[in-house]
Nanobody, 125 residues
């Protein structure tokens, strides 16, 4: 079992930046692909970004490409999401997720085996 705990969400003005963190328990974190998803108010959960087990490969939703950066520190069992140039439409609950081998499609919610509780990001205009 892996437990994931997100932090870093808060209220920020449009154009601002936030850095989300996701701390994972367990000894096998370095074998998991990790993803960030978000759920805007009244909408379904959507893919934001993903990173492979080594950190050597990343992928982003078109809506955040060029503004968000996903990274990981396997020595600290943590994955990050640096969010710059935030927009009101980025307002959502952000959750991290872990996908153990064999890996599924990174943008597909059911591919992920473990989920955090989420952290609220609110961007004011």
């Amino acid at each position: 079992q892996v437990q994931l705990v997100e932090s870093g969400g808060q209220l920020v003005q449009a154009g601002g930046s936030l850095r989300l963190s996701c701390a994972a328990s367990g000894r096998t974190f370095s074998t998991y692909a990790m993803g960030w998803f978000r759920q805007p108010p009244g909408k379904e959960r959507e893919f934001v970004a993903a990173i492979n087990w080594s950190g050597g490969s990343t992928a982003y939703a078109n809506s955040v490409k060029g503004r968000f950066t996903i990274s990981r520190d396997n020595a600290k069992n943590t994955v990050f999401l640096q969010m710059n140039s935030l927009k009101p439409e980025d307002t959502a609950v952000y959750s991290c997720a872990a996908d153990r081998p064999p890996y599924g499609d990174i943008w597909y919610v059911p591919s992920y085996d473990y989920w955090g509780q989420g952290t609220q990001v609110t961007v004011s205009s």
